[in-house]
C-alpha cells in the first residue's frame, strides 16, 4: 500500500534557529513530491514541488531535499519566524502504469510550532 | 485576482441527510480536486476533475460523489450522511491539469454531522 510517513509528528524550535522536517514514502512509481503549509483554519499553501528527477528545490527560507532511491524528502527551515508555526504536509504524486498521473497520497503533517 | 471560493463555510447536518458543497475555482482554472481533512486521517484526496471529467478518484465509499460544471465551478454531495463524515472539505484548484501544477486551495467547507 502506498504510504508517506513524517516526522516528527510536532516540533517546538526558538524563533531564528532552524529545523529540518522528515517525509519518507513507499509510493511507487511516483510523478512528484510537493511539500505544503498550512496554517490552523485555512487550506494549505505550496511550497516546493519536485519531480522524481530533481534532488532540491528552494522557496526562501525553505529547501526541499528529494532522495528517490531512499525515498526520502526533507523540508529544511532556516532563520525561523514566529509566522512559521503551522503544519507542514508532505504529498507524493502516484504515477499509473503508462505514465498517467495517479492520486495524491499526504502524510498526517508534522505541526510546527516557533516559539518567542 | 479572486482565489478558490467555497460555500458554505461552515455546516452542521444529522445522521442520515445529505449535503452539497460547492467550490468556484480561481477564473481561467480547468482543474479542481476535493479533498477531506480530519485530525484523525489527515489530508485525503477525493476526486479530481479537468475539464468537466472524473480524472482521478480516491478510496472513499458511493456516497461521495462530485461533478464539475462547463464554467469549471464544482460541486461535491454526500449521501447518507455519518458521524465520521465530520471534516474540513477542501477545495483547490489548478491551471493545466499536470501533475506539477501548483494548486491553490480554498478555506474550505466545516461539516458538523450529530
Known amino acids: 500500500k502506498n504510504q508517506v510517513e513524517q516526522s516528527p509528528q510536532s516540533l517546538i524550535i526558538l524563533e531564528g534557529k532552524n529545523c529540518t522536517l522528515q517525509?519518507?514514502?513507499?509510493?511507487?512509481?511516483?510523478?512528484?513530491l510537493r511539500w505544503y503549509k498550512q496554517d490552523t483554519g485555512r487550506g494549505p499553501v505550496s511550497l516546493t514541488i519536485?519531480?522524481?528527477?530533481?534532488n532540491t528545490k528552494s522557496n526562501g527560507r525553505y529547501t526541499a531535499t528529494l532522495d528517490a532511491d531512499t525515498k526520502q524528502s526533507s523540508l529544511h527551515i532556516t532563520a525561523s519566524q514566529l509566522s512559521d508555526s503551522a503544519s507542514y504536509i508532505c504529498v507524493v504524486r502516484e504515477m499509473n502504469y503508462g505514465g498517467s498521473q495517479g492520486n495524491l497520497i499526504f502524510g498526517k503533517g508534522t505541526k510546527l510550532s516557533v516559539k518567542p | 485576482k479572486a482565489g478558490v471560493t467555497q460555500t458554505p463555510r461552515y455546516l452542521i447536518k444529522t445522521r442520515g441527510q445529505q449535503v452539497t458543497l460547492s467550490c468556484s475555482p480561481i477564473s481561467g482554472h480547468r482543474s479542481v480536486s476535493w479533498y477531506q481533512q480530519t485530525p484523525g486521517q489527515g489530508l485525503q484526496f477525493l476526486f479530481e476533475y479537468f475539464s468537466e471529467t472524473q480524472r482521478n478518484k480516491g478510496n472513499f465509499p458511493g456516497r461521495f460523489s462530485g461533478r464539475q460544471f462547463s464554467n469549471s465551478r464544482s460541486e461535491m454531495n454526500v449521501s447518507t450522511l455519518e458521524l465520521g463524515d465530520s471534516a474540513l472539505y477542501l477545495c483547490?484548484?489548478?491551471?493545466?491539469?499536470?501533475?506539477?501544477?501548483?494548486?491553490?486551495f480554498g478555506p474550505g467547507t466545516r461539516l458538523t454531522v450529530l
Open positions: 517525509c519518507n514514502y513507499t509510493v511507487s512509481p511516483f510523478s512528484n
Open positions: 483547490a484548484s489548478s491551471n493545466t491539469g499536470t501533475s506539477t501544477n501548483e494548486q491553490f
Open positions: 519536485m519531480t522524481f528527477s530533481e
